[in-house]
């Protein structure tokens, strides 16, 4: 005995169903796949503006810098005022105890990662500061370098 036409009909919509849902898993199973590469933010770019000496804020902002990093953006972290001792050689630290990491741990890892750290040279005159006292790789620049990095294309910018 023959399978009757009506579960015919029903086996090859339940076959197209479940292909169906099979590449849907598999293009999410991509999508998920991709941000976790860090291709989720290609082509993005943040500018996050670091100010205060409170390590909690800074932390936050810091450690919003490394999500954009991790997920294929290109991070700017631009340091002032109180925040321009964070990147210093020398001096004892508070941990940002959300990563219990001290900021200087924190834009190490930004720099490591590919991120860009500037101090305003304001600041830097006013403290003291040379690049030699600082982290490598954290840039003093004028404040043009800063405004033309603020208003690239595709910039999203955070201050704390």
Do not use: W
């Not at 590449?23 to 989720?40: P, R, Y």
């Not at 954290?138 to 800063?146: C, D, E, G």
Request: hydrophobic share 40%.
């Amino acid at each position: 005995m023959g399978i009757p036409q009506k579960n015919s009909y029903t086996h090859n919509t339940l076959l197209k169903g479940l292909i169906l849902l099979t590449t849907i898993i598999l293009l999410s199973t991509i999508s998920i796949a991709h941000a976790k590469e860090g291709k989720m933010m290609t082509g993005k770019r943040l500018v996050v503006i670091i100010k205060t000496d409170n390590v909690g804020e800074a932390g936050m902002g810091l450690s919003l810098a490394e999500s954009g990093l991790r997920l294929g953006g290109e991070v700017t972290v631009v340091l002032g005022a109180g925040a321009s001792t964070y990147p210093l050689l020398n001096g004892g630290q508070e941990i940002f105890a959300a990563k219990e990491m001290t900021p200087r741990e924190m834009l190490t890892r930004i720099i490591e990662r590919g991120g860009a750290v500037y101090i305003c040279e304001l600041c830097a005159d006013f403290k003291g500061f040379t690049e030699k006292n600082l982290l490598n790789g954290v840039k003093i620049v004028k404040s043009n370098k800063i405004f033309a990095k603020m208003y690239e294309d595709n910039v999203r910018i955070m201050s704390y």
